[in-house]
């Protein structure tokens, strides 16, 4: 099983360029999450989906959206990017009530 | 709300034993613990769940205080694979809607 897997790993935008990040997993978990990382401020919650079919926003949800396209991926689109995005993005997913496993991550620079 | 962790960095000698605490305003329905080496996704260690429950890694050990809302990591003969960031993430309603994550306790351990 490889898990969770994410792609790009790295990636480097212009102010006002869209990109869509993608996740995906292979243990048939039902539910899956977006997080971002910045320096000193550990990981903050953009969107969840909760079952497929269904996304919630998260703590930090301005300038995203997401899409539940199957059980297995989720994705996270970025529809004109910001420098204050520059991140290190992860997704994870999980059984509910159960603990999350973490995908590689995605290194957002934009300029 | 974010939890609140203690301390804020460690160093310690391989051998010595450390403790890091994470606190809530918030009643909680689990904490979950995780630990992330620098430039790598964080990694499952410890799910403790109200009511009792808790599962995770053999060698590290945890409580979970619910009339206080507090949490603590035990790391005990500590090895130099432990060093890295330490991050809680609590959830609230036991529901598929993500951890709230403190800000992490940096572990540094030395020969």
């Known amino acids: 099983n490889a898990g969770v897997t994410q792609t790009p790993k790295f990636q480097v935008l212009k102010t006002g360029q869209s990109m869509t990040l993608q996740c995906a997993q292979d243990?048939?978990?039902?539910?899956m999450y977006w997080y971002r990382q910045d320096p000193g401020m550990g990981l903050r919650l953009i969107y969840y989906?909760?079952?497929?079919?269904?996304?919630d926003k998260g703590e930090v949800p301005n300038g995203y959206n997401v899409s539940r396209l199957n059980k297995r991926e989720f994705s996270l689109r970025l529809e004109s990017a910001a420098p204050s995005q520059t991140s290190v993005y992860f997704c994870?997913?999980?059984?509910?009530?159960?603990?999350?496993?973490f995908g590689p991550g995605t290194r957002l620079t934009v300029l | 709300q974010q939890p609140v962790q203690s301390p804020q960095a460690v160093i310690l000698r391989e051998g010595e034993d450390a403790v890091i605490n994470c606190s809530s305003s918030?009643?909680?329905?689990?904490v979950h613990w995780y630990r992330q080496k620098h430039g790598e996704a964080p990694v499952f260690l410890m799910i403790?769940?109200?009511?009792?429950e808790q599962k995770g890694h053999e060698k590290i050990s945890a409580s979970f205080n619910e009339k206080k809302q507090q949490s603590s990591l035990y790391l005990t003969a500590s090895q130099l694979s432990y060093s890295g960031t330490y991050f809680c993430?609590?959830?609230?309603?036991?529901?598929?809607?993500?951890?709230?994550f403190g800000k992490g306790t940096h572990l540094i351990i030395q020969p």
């Open positions: 994870a997913s999980s059984r509910l009530r159960d603990t999350q496993y």
């Open positions: 243990m048939n978990h039902n539910s």
């Open positions: 989906s909760a079952s497929e079919g269904t996304t």
């Open positions: 918030k009643a909680l329905y689990s």
């Open positions: 403790l769940l109200k009511g009792g």
């Open positions: 993430g609590t959830n609230v309603g036991g529901g598929a809607d993500g951890l709230t």
